[in-house]
């Protein structure tokens, strides 16, 4: 089964992201009617100190983990920051050669977009989620380190990731790179919007 799944929080100061949410959604059903999607509204966390991005999008990857272990093995599922729009069929996107997919951009500063990541549920990619929500709070109590990968790959999440890339690639599951101009339009949108740009 394809499983979408997103998270947004409650900020209550603005509805643009209640408003991104529901345009979403609306894509989803639109062009995937027969995915399951998930949607977990969050409240805003404590900061403690730190920075409001990173907090929520670690306790964004903590849901997503969570989410994940209630898939059954074999479900395909993506997951997606609500500011998103879907444009297509997602399944295409899958293979049985890989356990993870990421999207990549070749002509950024920052290689990698988090905001979509599709998993082949297995035993391999639980293992992965489990590790990259692992890395990802060793980088959020180590702003030392963590300055190293947000340097290189920005943000929380995208850190954490580039440090598996770095660090442990293809260790923990089999990883397989996809194009942002498809799965994860993020520039050159009328040049990717003609070419079939899914997401």
């Not at 995915?35 to 997503?64: M, Y």
């Amino acid at each position: 089964m394809l499983k979408i799944i997103t998270v947004t929080f409650d900020f209550g100061i603005s509805t643009m992201y209640e408003t991104l949410h529901d345009v979403l959604i609306y894509s989803i059903e639109k062009y995937c009617p027969a995915a399951e999607w998930v949607s977990n509204t969050l409240d805003e966390p404590p900061l403690n100190g730190q920075i409001r991005g990173f907090v929520t999008n670690t306790i964004k990857l903590a849901k997503w983990v969570e989410e994940l272990h209630l898939c059954n093995k074999g479900d395909q599922v993506v997951f997606l920051d609500c500011d998103m729009l879907v444009l297509g069929d997602l399944g295409g996107a899958f293979s049985k050669s890989w356990d993870v997919g990421y999207t990549v951009r070749t002509d950024c500063r920052f290689p990698i977009n988090g905001g979509a990541i599709f998993v082949n549920v297995n035993e391999r990619s639980l293992y992965f989620f489990d590790k990259f929500l692992e890395i990802n709070n060793y980088l959020l109590a180590n702003p030392a380190i963590h300055r190293i990968y947000r340097d290189k790959y920005a943000g929380m999440n995208q850190a954490a990731f580039g440090y598996i890339l770095e660090n442990h690639k293809d260790e923990f599951a089999k990883l397989k790179a996809l194009p942002c101009s498809t799965w994860n339009v993020c520039d050159h949108y009328e040049e990717a919007l003609k070419n079939g740009a899914k997401i």
